[in-house]
């Protein structure tokens, strides 16, 4: 069973391009070759997943899994309900810890000790937003409040335009979470994310409620993005997926033991 993903208040900060002390400017050498000679330095992953195990009420979900996105690949997380799609997005985030394997963030391993601080690197679209009471544009302005994001004020310019893009009328602002569908919230958290600029979008199904115009501008406005990494959970078809660089498929470990 996937798991639901809270949006916690941390996940309202602007992203530190954190990078771990022992490789600069993430950067790693390859092995030195026996010359002596260097090789050129590899750019790490944004996101690296190796040896990942997870079980839930003693069924195993995932095994051995192995994973690797580049900085600015779009990525599609897809297989059936269950298959552990949207727990590998909680794992990500340090939401949930597996017993085996470990995950990397920009080279920078997700520890309890890292976590708070890698979580500001990523920006989290769930399935089925939750918006509070506010109005819509309280809960998006909020994180802007914060200190980390007070550089970043500027972006609310953009919000009328983007939401236009989103097939939301601006006048949407005013409502209230409650009386919004649950397309719109979605399409809401995705503006929201986009705003914060953060390296790394993590999406749940961002569009799953929406219908098939909508459903195209979401997909339209992720195309267009331009260096930021995306992994998205998705159930559509590969035509309707066509901006994205490759699918990874889960499956049942029984079947196999779901290394991409």
């Given amino acids: 069973m996937d798991i639901e993903i809270l949006r916690p208040p941390l996940l309202s900060l602007r992203p530190l391009r954190q990078i771990s002390p022992a490789v600069p ?43 690797q996105v580049a900085a600015g690949e779009k990525v599609v997380l897809a297989g ?19 017993p085996a394997g470990r995950i990397a963030i920009r080279g920078e391993l997700v520890t309890p000790k890292s976590v708070w601080r890698l979580r500001r690197a990523m920006a989290l679209v769930q399935q089925e937003p939750d918006l509070g009471e506010q109005t819509v544009a309280e809960w998006i302005e909020e994180p802007f409040t914060f200190r980390a994001n007070e550089s970043l004020r500027g ?43 953060r390296p790394i979008l993590l999406l749940d199904e961002p569009a799953s409620a929406l219908d098939p115009e909508s459903r ?39 079947d196999d033991h779901g290394r991409a």
Avoid at 39 to 50: G, H, N, R
Avoid at 82 to 97: M, P, V
Avoid at 160 to 174: C, M, S, V
């Fill in 216 to 254: 195209q501008a979401v997909y339209d406005g992720l195309a267009d993005l331009e260096g930021q990494t995306l992994l998205m959970v998705s159930h559509d078809p590969s035509s309707a997926l066509r901006f994205v660089d490759r699918t990874v498929r889960l499956s049942p470990p029984e």
């Fill in 155 to 197: 972006h609310l310019a953009q919000l009328p335009g983007l939401l236009r893009r989103l097939r939301l009328d601006p006048a949407i602002l005013r409502q209230k979470g409650p009386a919004l569908s649950g397309g719109e919230k979605q399409r809401i958290a995705l503006a929201s994310a986009l705003l914060l600029d």
């Fill in 25 to 67: 400017h993430a950067f790693r050498l390859a092995p030195q070759p026996a010359s002596g000679i260097l090789p050129p330095m590899t750019p790490l992953p944004d996101i690296e997943i190796a040896g990942l195990d997870l079980a839930f009420a003693g069924r195993t979900i995932l095994h051995d899994f192995s994973l």
């Fill in 80 to 98: 059936a309900s269950g298959s552990g799609k949207s727990s590998l997005l909680a794992c990500l985030l340090g939401f949930l810890f597996p």
